[in-house]
């Protein structure tokens, strides 16, 4: 059995959806958090200069996207065939659609600039994917948005959500399908065993 490693920062950034594939399927793995003051000396020995990295028994894989859906192949929780492969990779790529627009105001510097975004994420955005997320699980049965089994694609709206619902918990109130599937995956062992004991982060 392949041992893991995965190094990234102290926090859920773009390594927490990794770590959620490593709970949900119950496989051991090396949470590497690297401190802010120990990066430059690790910079040079990353892929591409940059984190999350995977070791596979001491290959190296980057890009954060990839190695979540590396590994939910790699744990049968990519989807059970092509077809449901390619809709997992969908909603990834849609849950990154909206993590752009959130980062906008992540990285604004100006104040009023901020406001601005802000008002527009919450009356604008955030209900746009909420909907179509919400569409997506009606339209699959209303447990899971591919299959009839937890996937990525699941995986990853949960965390793509996680910052927002810090800011607003009541979000979710009018989206009761996408409120259940996170309340399931919550009340998963591993996952909620790892969450209750997770360090709060600004993302």
């Known amino acids: 059995m392949p041992t893991y490693k995965l190094?990234?920062?102290d926090l859920r950034g773009r390594g927490e959806l990794a770590r959620l594939v490593f709970k949900a399927a119950q496989r051991d793995f090396e949470d590497d958090r690297v401190q802010r003051e120990d990066w430059p000396t690790l910079k040079a020995s990353t892929p591409f200069g940059q984190?999350?990295?995977?070791?596979?028994?001491g290959k190296k894989?980057?890009?954060s996207n990839t190695i979540s859906r590396f590994l939910a192949r790699e744990f049968n929780l990519a989807g059970k065939d092509s077809f449901e492969q390619a809709q997992c990779d969908q909603y990834l790529e849609l849950v990154e659609d909206m993590f752009k627009e959130f980062a906008k105001a992540f990285f604004e510097k100006d104040e009023e600039k901020k406001k601005e975004i802000n008002k527009n994420l919450s009356e604008v955005v955030f209900p746009k994917f909420l909907g179509l997320f919400e569409k997506a699980l009606e339209a699959n049965g209303g447990s899971f948005l591919v299959g009839n089994s937890l996937s990525l694609a699941d995986l990853g709206v949960y965390n793509g959500f996680d910052t927002p619902l810090q800011q607003n918990p009541k979000m979710m109130d009018s989206y009761p399908k996408l409120k259940a599937l996170r309340s399931r995956i919550e009340g998963m062992p591993t996952i909620g065993d790892y969450l209750k004991n997770r360090k709060v982060s600004d993302i």
């Open 61 to 63: 894989l980057a890009q």
């Open 51 to 57: 984190m999350p990295v995977l070791d596979v028994d």
């Open 7 to 9: 190094s990234y920062f």
